[in-house]
């Protein structure tokens, strides 16, 4: 294996990870934010709100695209087990 051929596995690898996760921070993100201004507008400063908003958030995010990060998934780990063939080599 040489060095660009780890360097791509490793390049693919934190891009798949980035392309699963990023839904799901980002839903967190904006819900963390608007949940925390209207907790400041009403003075109510409960943790347990914005971690419930925030949970529920995320579990609707990743019902909505959780068949496509499980195809992309999917799709990366053939292309790497396939190309373990080339890596041997």
Do not use: W
């Amino acid at each position: 294996m040489t060095v660009d051929g780890a360097l791509e596995l490793l390049r693919n690898a934190m891009l798949i990870a980035a392309e699963l996760v990023g839904p799901m921070i980002l839903t967190a993100l904006v819900v963390g934010v608007l949940s925390g201004v209207m907790q400041t507008i009403t003075q109510v400063n409960e943790a347990s709100v914005s971690f419930v908003l925030k949970m529920l958030a995320v579990c609707v995010a990743l019902a909505a695209v959780g068949s496509h990060m499980m195809s992309r998934s999917v799709d990366y780990t053939r292309r790497t087990i396939g190309g373990i063939a080339d890596v041997v080599k």
